[in-house]
């Protein structure tokens, strides 16, 4: 995929910055219920099947499967005007209709369709972000 | 069952002149279709006593009153209102939303003649630009990955959808020429005098796989009207009424995930649709006429099957052979929706459905057009259900 240039930044408030903190580790994490184990992400203030306020973080595999995806081709993103590049929403490995945006890298655009298994990889931009992404899972 | 039906009527509408940008402000496009609702029903200015509208903007940046949005304050201010007792601006849920509060209001005596409009402003350049460094709140997940051109966002339940049941373009061309068919039957609409062809839209340009510019609807300047009072009054006025026999409100929930999902959308709109069949005691075989949101084509499948006219799955196979033609089982979007319209944000929907059970269509009229069905929205954003019935006594 061509390199994307300036991409907005994310701005982590803090629910989210614990998210942020780990992939610029390189590592996934979704937030966690830890009275009844449900992943939730976006985070949210209190469980949404059991109402606990006992949220944690758990690491996950970064593997999945593309649920949804599009193929931007007119971009209206100020810095990613000339760019054409796929969009997914990936369903992670861990529970059903968790899911996680990445674009696909490490293959042509017309490589996404839904069910395609992807792996999560890492990108860094700016200073201060690391992005998830998803490339064509190895196997 | 909800305790409304035919206590309630819309007594008249009016558009303004619309096109692709006006040389008319916005605040004088809405005095032409508030001024226009007005004249069809028969009553004048100083008998409003109730106003209501959803005041959005097209743009991201600050609104300026009576350029790019009217909000009740000003019009309250420069309409010159003396007996104003009611009034509602809701920024959830397009007009639908606005329109199931003002029917509440006037049944309950609260506003005897209450006005709702919707006006839109096409601005300058790039629709739904996101120009911006930097990405708060739930866009921060998203915009990074070049995920905030609105086109993009609608495009992933629909992404999915044709990958799960096998739909083409060419299934959606049949509901696009169509649409456009009827659009030319609407003096009202932009689009009135341009016909397009199947061919037309099989090599439009895509924005966002799998949705082209055709599947969206244009940004334009226009504004719409309606006046509702309640039955009893409607009587003596001069247009025929379209009674209100119930309604149902969804959405406001992302069920969840960062993005729009059909099992999100499904959720939403399904739940709006069972509510509005409880609420009113009908079902889709009483439906004579449906009017149903298509900011983005394909919203009105998805709903074609969360009502019930057809199963899951089944929308884009269901609409072709003629059945959502004019004289088919079901006429669809009879005045071409906000894709023959403009982007008007559920008045097109609204407007069409009343002057339907009016008899008021012209050559677009549905014959023996009794029940009426307007769905105004975004199954997840929000939005409304409307049923409107010809005979009070349905």
Redesign the interface.
């Known amino acids: 995929m061509r390199q ?1 240039v ?8 803090d629910l ?1 910055q614990p998210f942020w903190d780990a992939t610029r580790e390189h590592r996934i994490v979704v937030q966690h219920c830890n009275t009844c184990s449900t992943f ?3 985070p949210v203030p209190q469980c ?1 099947s059991c109402r606990s306020v006992d949220l944690g973080w758990t690491q996950v595999s970064g593997k999945g499967e593309v ?14 005007e000339d ?1 054409s ?1 796929a ?1 997914l ?1 990936v369903e992670l490995d861990e529970q059903p ?1 968790l ?5 696909l890298v490490n293959a042509g655009i017309e490589a996404a ?3 395609l298994r992807v792996e999560a990889t890492f990108e860094e ?1 700016g200073e201060d ?1 690391v ?1 998830p992404q998803f490339r064509p899972a190895a196997s | 069952m909800l305790n409304i039906r035919n206590e309630v009527a819309v007594v008249g509408t009016g558009w303004s002149d619309v096109s692709r940008h006006s040389e008319k402000n916005l605040s004088q496009l809405v005095v032409q279709a508030c001024g226009r609702a007005l004249d069809d029903a028969g009553l004048i200015w100083d008998q409003i006593d109730g106003i209501a509208t959803y005041p959005s903007t097209a743009g991201s940046g600050g609104s300026q009153e009576g350029v790019d949005s009217v909000g009740i304050a000003y019009f309250a201010r420069t309409m010159g209102l003396r007996h104003l007792r009611w009034y509602i601006s809701l920024d959830k849920g397009t007009v639908g939303h606005v329109l199931v509060a003002v029917i509440n209001a006037v049944a309950a005596g609260a506003s005897d003649y209450a006005v709702v409009w919707k006006a839109m402003h096409a601005p300058q350049g790039a629709f739904g630009r996101f120009a911006s460094s930097s990405a708060p709140g739930d866009s921060q997940f998203t915009a990074p990955y070049g995920l905030a051109n609105v086109v993009a966002t609608f495009a992933l339940p629909y992404s999915r959808y044709m990958s799960l049941y096998g739909m083409t373009r060419e299934h959606m061309a049949t509901f696009i020429v169509n649409n456009r068919k009827m659009t030319n039957l609407n003096p009202d609409a932009v689009f009135y005098t341009r016909p397009i062809t199947r061919e037309d839209y099989l090599n439009d340009k895509v924005v966002a796989d799998p949705i082209s510019v055709l599947d969206c609807d244009m940004p334009v300047d226009g504004a719409g009207a309606m006046v509702l009072t309640r039955a009893e009054r409607a009587k003596d006025l001069k247009q025929k009424p379209a009674f209100v026999i119930g309604y149902s409100n969804s959405g406001n929930d992302y069920v969840g995930a960062p993005v729009m999902t059909l099992d999100g959308f499904r959720e939403n709109s399904d739940r709006g649709a069972r509510v509005l069949w409880e609420n009113t005691g009908l079902g889709p075989k009483d439906v004579d006429m449906a009017s149903l949101y298509d900011g983005f084509s394909y919203f009105p499948l998805f709903w074609l099957e969360s009502l019930g006219f057809c199963k899951k799955g089944e929308a884009f196979e269901w609409i072709q052979g003629g059945r959502i033609e004019l004289g088919g089982e079901l006429p669809l979007n009879t005045g071409g929706g906000a894709l023959g319209m403009g982007r008007l944000h559920g008045m097109p929907q609204l407007i069409e459905a009343v002057r339907q059970v009016q008899g008021v269509a012209g050559p677009r009229q549905v014959d023996g057009c009794e029940v009426a069905l307007a769905h105004v929205g975004s199954a997840i954003h929000g939005s409304g259900l409307i049923l409107f019935g010809k005979e009070a006594d349905i």
């Open positions: 994307l300036r991409r907005p930044l994310p701005v982590p408030s989210t939730h992400h976006p949404k649920h949804e995806y599009t193929i931007v081709r007119s971009s209206r993103v100020q810095g990613m760019s590049y969009v929403a209709g899911l996680l945006v990445g674009n369709r839904i069910g931009i972000f992005l």
